[in-house]
């Protein structure tokens, strides 16, 4: 069993949002789909970190999740700043099975053991948090990482995080979420949210204050899984 992890698909199979359009993006579902079946098993799990469907509304979801859940693999959603269609875990839990979407898993105040891991995260915030109300959305994620965590303690095996949002960028640091990393011994932080050429060049991949980060957006990863070792 294997670990694999990618974000950003921003399926549109049941909305008129193709990202085709953008630079990179040409043919990208099949291209997905055929990189995602030359290396994914059954047996394996895969993190999707956010940005998953362009649906506005949960009931819009069922042709995005319905060609996620036809992929081999257990999958872990968690939320991206584009995915409105969330709603409560309980909500999504029912949705998913009453429509036999049983592949798909919830990342949201909880962790899943996978292999040697055991997969934490929430969708994170902005890097600079001005506003009194990006304040309290930045303290809510925190409580949510925290929760995540929190969870992951019962487990022997190494807690490594995913967001959507990026906690570094060029000279931007996110230290509210690095810290309650640190505080947890995490060694491993992907993310993604990052798009296009010149944005992906900015993008921080690297240790930082002992956390290892890696960017893991579609395009960034020529809409390839990336395995966790």
């Not at 990179?24 to 789909?33: A, M, Q």
């Not at 001005?130 to 965590?149: A, I, N, P, Q, V």
Request: glycine share 8%.
């Amino acid at each position: 069993m294997s670990v694999f992890a990618i974000a950003d698909f921003h399926l549109s199979l049941g909305t008129d949002k193709p990202m085709d359009v953008f630079s990179g993006w040409d043919n990208y579902v099949d291209r997905l789909k055929r990189n995602w079946l030359n290396l994914v098993t059954e047996r394996d799990t895969v993190v999707v970190a956010g940005d998953i469907s362009w649906a506005m509304k949960l009931c819009e979801t069922d042709e995005d999740f319905g060609f996620i859940d036809s992929l081999p693999g257990t999958k872990i959603f968690l939320k991206g700043n584009h995915d409105y269609w969330w709603e409560t875990a309980t909500k999504i839990n029912r949705r998913l099975e009453e429509k036999g979407f049983d592949s798909i898993k919830i990342l949201f105040n909880n962790s899943y053991e996978a292999e040697n891991y055991v997969i934490c995260g929430t969708r994170g915030w902005l890097l600079e948090c001005e506003t009194d109300e990006d304040k309290k959305l930045l303290e809510r994620e925190c409580g949510r990482l925290r929760l995540s965590l929190e969870s992951a303690k019962k487990s022997l095996k190494e807690p490594i995080v995913f967001l959507h949002y990026p906690p570094v960028y060029g000279r931007q640091i996110q230290d509210n979420m690095i810290g309650i990393m640190r505080e947890y011994g995490v060694k491993k932080c992907y993310y993604g949210h990052i798009h296009g050429r010149n944005m992906i060049k900015g993008a921080f991949n690297g240790e930082y204050q002992g956390i290892d980060f890696r960017l893991i957006s579609c395009d960034a990863l020529g809409f390839t899984p990336l395995l966790i070792r």
